[in-house]
């Protein structure tokens, strides 16, 4: 990106309409940027909705704290697009773990699906926080720096026990070669990509679809919505700004979609 060039003074915004306020000599640079967001904002495969918002909000924060003047939005952020995640089917989230053979690997896929862990949340899982009498999982200083309790699968727990008596990790359930050291996203990701192809899945599935398939999977066998967004660890909606809690008791007596593969 070119000098930033000095502001020229004295400049009062008189009106709003988008070819006036373009003619103020903000900055060359910034001004070609917000003259190129209405024409791109149409072709996803240039700039994307997020990164155009996050532009706008870069070029406002740079006339009103570096300038001191007022920009409006004139109208170019791009709606938000709305999309809706894709989910597996029951039987497809089984072939995918049918096809992991190494028992740590189809261990991983298996607790992420079974409890809707997001990823980061079962690389930074240590094995205290694992519970088979009171039947969950704790899963600390998550998404928000928040703690949260997930169900502990009856079925995943008995992998796991069968999982520690063979690898024997040291603190984090899931460690690399070096004892104590935690297992890499990166490993995960391939785990799961290589497995969806062994198993003929064509769905544009990332390891993040397997924690939407598990939500989706307990909302269509009856669970209460407010028990999966406890579960799921999602804030309370905008309009009602509630946060639902669910007691330990609640959470041990949900039948996981895991032990139902």
Do not use: W
Not at 14 to 28: G, R, W
């Amino acid at each position: 990106m070119a000098m930033i060039r000095p502001k020229q003074p004295h400049i009062t915004v008189k009106q709003t309409s988008t070819d006036y306020v373009l003619s103020f000599p903000y900055n060359q640079d910034i001004l070609s940027i917000v003259r190129n967001l209405p024409e791109r904002r149409y072709d996803s495969k240039q700039v994307s909705d997020s990164y155009q918002n996050m532009a706008i909000n870069a070029i406002k924060f740079y006339v009103k704290t570096v300038q001191g003047k007022h920009m409006p939005d004139l109208s170019l952020r791009p709606r938000k697009t709305k999309r809706l995640p894709v989910v597996l089917a029951k039987q497809e989230v089984s072939d995918i773990i049918e096809k992991i053979s190494n028992k740590k690997h189809k261990l991983i896929i298996s607790l992420i699906y079974s409890a809707g862990l997001r990823i980061s949340e079962a690389v930074n899982l240590q094995i205290t926080n694992i519970d088979p009498i009171r039947g969950i999982i704790l899963i600390a200083q998550s998404k928000g720096k928040k703690d949260r309790q997930v169900p502990l699968s009856e079925k995943l727990y008995s992998m796991i026990e069968m999982y520690l008596n063979e690898f024997q990790p040291k603190r984090y359930l899931f460690e690399s070669t070096r004892p104590g050291i935690k297992y890499s996203v990166k490993s995960i990701q391939n785990i799961f990509s290589t497995a969806c192809q062994k198993a003929g899945i064509e769905k544009h599935a990332t390891v993040h679809t397997l924690r939407h398939s598990f939500a989706t999977h307990l909302l269509e066998s009856g669970t209460d919505l407010r028990i999966i967004q406890e579960i799921l660890g999602h804030s309370s909606s905008k309009t009602t700004e509630i946060y639902t809690h669910v007691s330990t008791s609640t959470i041990s007596k949900i039948r996981s979609p895991f032990d139902e593969l």
